[in-house]
């Protein structure tokens, strides 16, 4: 398949030419835009589809952080153990937890997404990146939701942000594209063996405990501290709470370093995905 | 415009044979070395599949006009939803190639997407976008298309409180709206109320006129003849025929029906090699006693529009079946008969020589032919066969001389649209024969469970009565 223009082109005649797949496929991402109207129905669905009952989708987006930030704070307090944090444990706690939280779901539903829609990719034409790329979008209600709380815990705790607020667009975005990427890659490696899906299931799982999630990296020995960074939601998850917290120094190091990981994991992952295009449909 | 709509150039598919699992891809190597892998690497249709392989479609090549409509048949397996896959871009060629010069939608399922918690109204935006509508181009339509679906009190309530007659309906309402250049069907239309598919093909064919391209897989001979021009019979991935859609249509259905329009006997034998061909007819059972035979059939056929041998109809033509048979002793008086068998082997009924207005039937050594007419709307659709005898009445009982079971073997369509058949509203009616019948209904009062006063007083205002 090659230059398929949008469906809605002006100027009648779009051309579609039909060819076995290429060797090096490249995502049209003019045609992906041309999609944006079938991207946001398929958003506005997932999100309906969770909150059907409105307030029972609040609570659990909210119900899950906040039962965790209970159990560590509980923790904390009767081990005294020190995490290191500059600010108050419950919303340093609640910001990692609403992050992480959208990070896995939207990773590991992109990486299902081949299996989960395809009732739909077998029956009808639209550019396969739409699968994967509509968790992603999705889960930002959910992290919407985490974020409104925390305003309430900031106001309780009495702390607040600075300037670096503007950065949190950014921080958001380079973490939907880490998922996406990740996802991507899953999502083509599963086509071969479901193993991989354990494997993901399995550094989601993991990643709670060697990110910077419930503690601080300042816990963590010096010599360390480049091991510790080299898993890229770490400078992600410290960006996200210097963007919140006034008191929290951005870490420009390792989020330049998150960066630069998820711009390679995004075009490998997407390049994988893009492999195994012609042979998804074929496999289900 | 003189480019065709669509072009087909070689198109092929490799699939593996059973388990998908066991036929490695390579995906790995496939991920990691591409640029090792040359397209060369991929298997040319003119060679023998490899290994667990087999071609889908092998070397499908053929042009479309802007306006035909395109009936795609064949058997099972044949290739034909493996095309229709590719054209709608949901499955890649392994080689080849086609080029769709215009809008496409391409309706493999009807209500693609539908979700059960959703509304109605969601559910028109969400499947209409998966047909590559806009947003806007939704709104623009979205009251056309709830009137269409008749469905405007139920619109904003939960998909699953739809009946699945609803569901159809809505269904069928988006797609009769998405306005295409090009129309890819997959049996679709064989599902769901009758009365609203033609009101869905009545909309289809007055918003385009000629224009629209129709391309049709369907199993049904008759919704292929009512809605294509031309024909297209795959067999194991290749084309085997490509002609109008009444040829392509009667020779497939030749084939795979078993039909035999007309047949020959032996002079000697009593069967000729096309009638030990077709297999399950069984021998004529010659006659009843060992003596030689007193008659014999010479030859039978299917007689419609003036053509001989005829394997396929309609039911609104009439047909006339045919026997030349030979009476070879002279004291005999022979009567030919035709039973008619449909497709469960019922004996639907028999046409025996009985009028007793035309004269006698001669007696004595000849040659005689015996047509029977059957008329127009009688027969219902499907494989009829006749069985054909030539009997002599011997002192109050029957003499057999010759019988040949299912000599004729013939297939009765659908009228096509919209012409008129003894079907009205409803996808099929059942029964052996199916004539189209004189009816009366009319209303007789105005509020329902309103008893007639007085049988006497009403009858004049009775609408039947006038």
């Known amino acids: 398949m090659a230059e398929i223009p949008s469906p809605g082109e002006p100027g009648g005649r779009a051309e579609i030419i039909i060819r076995p797949a290429v060797v090096l496929p490249l995502p049209r991402l003019g045609e992906l835009a041309g999609y944006r109207g079938l991207i946001a129905s398929m958003v506005r669905r997932e999100v309906r589809l969770r909150y059907v009952d409105l307030w029972l989708g609040l609570f659990w987006a909210v119900a899950r952080p906040l039962l965790m930030v209970s159990v560590f704070v509980f923790l904390r307090d009767f081990s005294g153990a020190r995490l290191g944090i500059e600010i108050p444990y419950a919303p340093y706690l609640f910001s990692g937890l609403v992050l992480w939280f959208y990070f896995i779901e939207a ?55 600075d300037w670096k607020l503007l950065l949190l667009p950014l921080v958001v975005l380079q973490c939907m594209a880490l998922a996406l990427g990740t996802g991507c890659l899953f999502a083509a490696l599963r086509l071969h063996r479901r193993d991989w899906e354990r494997l993901l299931g399995l550094i989601l799982y993991i990643g709670l405990f060697i990110s910077p999630v ?32 006034a008191d929290m120094t951005f870490p420009t190091g390792p ?13 490998f992952g997407i390049y994988c995905f893009q492999r195994t295009e012609r042979i998804q449909m074929d496999r289900l | 415009m003189t480019d065709p709509i669509i072009s087909v150039a070689g198109l092929s598919k490799l699939y593996p044979l059973g388990k998908q699992g066991e036929v490695s891809l390579g995906l790995y190597r496939d991920l990691l070395r591409p640029l090792f892998r040359g397209l060369a690497a991929t298997p040319s249709p003119q060679d023998e599949p490899p290994e667990g392989m087999f071609w889908a479609l092998r070397g499908v090549t053929f042009d479309v006009r802007e306006g035909e409509r395109i009936g795609i048949i064949g058997r099972n397996g044949a290739g034909k939803s493996t ?19 215009g809008r496409v939608t391409s309706l493999l399922e009807v209500g693609t997407g539908f979700n059960d918690s959703l509304s109605g109204r969601e559910n028109i935006y969400l499947n209409a976008g998966l047909h590559g509508l806009s947003r806007e181009e939704v709104d623009g339509r979205l009251d056309a298309i709830i009137d269409f679906s008749e469905l405007r009190r139920f619109i904003d309530g939960p998909l699953r409180h739809y009946s699945t007659g609803m569901r159809a309906r809505l269904a069928f309402s988006v797609a009769a709206h998405l306005d295409p250049d090009i129309l890819i069907l997959d049996e679709v239309l064989s599902v769901g109320d009758l009365a609203f598919q033609q009101k869905c093909i009545e909309r289809m064919n007055e918003i385009s006129g000629q224009s629209r391209t129709l391309l049709f897989v369907s199993h049904s001979m008759s919704s292929l003849r009512q809605f294509c021009s031309r024909g297209i019979w795959l067999e194991r991935g290749r084309i085997l025929m490509d002609g109008g859609i009444d040829d392509v249509v009667a020779d497939y259905a030749k084939d795979a029906l078993r039909l035999t329009g007309g047949r020959q006997w032996d002079e000697e034998a009593g069967e000729t090699e096309e009638a030990a061909r077709a297999g399950e007819a069984p021998s004529p059972s010659a006659a009843e006693g060992n003596e030689a035979p007193a008659a014999r059939l010479v030859s039978a056929s299917v007689i419609a529009g003036g053509n001989r041998d005829v394997a396929t109809i309609t039911a609104d033509e009439a047909i006339s079946i045919e026997a030349v048979y030979d009476v070879l002793r002279e004291d005999i008086t ?18 025996a020589y009985s009028d007793p207005d035309t004269e006698p039937l001669q007696a004595g050594v000849g040659r005689y032919e015996a047509r029977v007419e059957i008329p127009a709307h009688f027969l219902n659709i499907g494989r009829i066969t006749v069985s054909i005898g030539l009997n002599s009445p011997v002192s109050g009982a029957l003499k057999r001389h010759h019988v040949a079971e299912e000599a004729l073997a013939l297939f009765v369509h659908e009228v096509p649209y919209p012409g008129r058949s003894a079907r009205g509203p409803y996808p099929e009616v059942k029964g052996a024969v199916r004539p189209i019948f004189r009816w009366e209904v009319g209303r007789i009062g105005d509020n329902a469970g309103e008893q007639r ?9 009775s609408p039947l009565s006038s």
């Open chain 1, 107 to 161: 990773t590991s539903r992109a990486a299902a997404s081949i299996q989960s829609s395809a009732p739909l990719l077998g029956k009808v034409y639209y550019p396969r990146l739409i699968a994967p790329l509509t968790p992603v979008l999705s889960g930002l209600a959910e992290l919407g939701i985490g974020l409104a709380a925390l305003i309430g815990f900031m106001a309780w705790f009495a702390i607040g942000p």
């Open chain 1, 214 to 245: 419930i503690y601080s990296p300042a816990i963590i020995p010096a010599r360390a501290l480049a091991a510790f960074h080299a898993n890229p939601m770490s400078g992600t998850l410290l960006a996200f709470r210097s963007a919140l917290f």
């Open chain 1, 255 to 267: 989020f330049a370093y998150s960066c630069a990981f998820t711009l390679v994991m995004l075009v």
């Open chain 2, 83 to 101: 095309l229709l896959k590719i054209l709608s871009r949901v499955s890649y060629p392994t080689a080849g190639e086609a080029v769709i010069r």
């Open chain 2, 334 to 351: 022979v009567f030919p008969s035709f039973r008619f068998y449909n497709e469960h082997g019922v004996l639907i009924f028999t046409a």
């Open chain 2, 453 to 461: 006063v007085g049988d006497a007083a009403s009858a004049p205002s």
